[in-house]
């Protein structure tokens, strides 16, 4: 499948801030799962070109405000090509120690119901068939609700409530995953929804764990199933927080307010494009 996608992240300060530093995970990278075709970071309108690879093998850049700004708006946007891997990741640069990701954070905490429900998952087929047995128990016992949660709700919140968005799905299948004594990390990413209008998206989250053999293999707990051709994968962290695509700091005498605006659509194979340009 080909994708297009434009993410618009738009921040607007009553007072005009300054000092305003912000760290970028914006650029997806190619992958077995994923071409990246073209892609453009902008902010106010011009290009970020200064990336770096961090720690967990994503893309990242530092961009800074020059002198006081009374808003900031960052595009990325460009076409990804993919296809369906099975969820089994295969990364074209560096390699990350899976063990980093056995580390506990605030909003991954295990407690007995986590660990509870980590145990109806396991197998004695093994880590694969625990994981996809973890995936199918979360998508059936977390329902997907819009607003029921915050950014700070964590994974054994949404477990008791049994509802959340993406993000805590995500958490209590990373959160379980851990308890079974295997690594696993937060994904942050696009979904070409068929069931959505183009300019009705939002930025997806769903999780990797790693099974000896294979490598990092993706579980999407809010589809209940491993990511598909539709999913775009962008960066990585331990839990949402640490996978946040933007974090920034400023000084800001007034409120800030932020909105968000995606837009993705699928397009036709570059073959039936060119030859209907072509005719």
């Not at 992958?31 to 893309?59: K, L």
């Not at 609700?145 to 994974?155: K, L, V, Y």
């Not at 946040?244 to 494009?273: C, K, N, W, Y």
Request: charged share 20%; with cysteine; net charge negative.
């Amino acid at each position: 499948m080909r994708i297009t996608i434009r993410h618009e992240t738009l921040y607007r300060y009553e007072e005009e801030a300054s000092g305003v530093v912000m760290r970028l995970r914006l650029q997806p990278a190619s992958s077995n799962a994923q071409t990246v075709e073209d892609w453009v970071v902008t902010a106010n309108d011009v290009p970020v070109e200064r990336w770096i690879t961090n720690g967990y093998g994503d893309a990242e850049a530092v961009w800074r405000a020059p002198g006081r700004v009374e808003s900031v708006e960052i595009v990325a946007q460009g076409t990804v090509r993919t296809v369906d891997c099975a969820g089994v990741l295969k990364p074209a640069h560096g390699a990350v120690r899976p063990q980093l990701f056995m580390r506990a954070t605030p909003l991954t905490e295990i407690d007995d119901a986590i660990a509870g429900l980590a145990q109806q998952a396991r197998s004695e087929q093994g880590p694969l068939s625990s994981l996809h047995a973890l995936c199918k128990l979360v998508h059936a016992e977390i329902e997907y609700r819009t607003g029921s949660t915050t950014m700070e709700t964590t994974a054994a919140q949404a477990l008791a409530q049994k509802s959340g968005v993406c993000q805590d799905q995500a958490h209590v299948f990373i959160a379980a995953a851990r308890s079974l004594m295997i690594p696993a990390r937060y994904v942050v990413g696009y979904l070409r929804d068929d069931e959505r209008p183009d300019s009705e998206h939002d930025p997806h989250a769903w999780a990797e764990a790693w099974v000896e053999g294979l490598g990092w293999i993706g579980f999407d707990s809010t589809l209940g199933l491993c990511p598909v051709d539709g999913h775009v994968r962008l960066c990585c962290g331990l839990d949402a927080a640490d996978a946040a695509p933007i974090r920034g700091v400023m000084i800001a005498g007034g409120e800030t307010t932020l909105s968000h605006d995606v837009q993705i659509a699928s397009l036709p194979p570059e073959d039936t494009a060119q030859s209907q340009t072509q005719q």
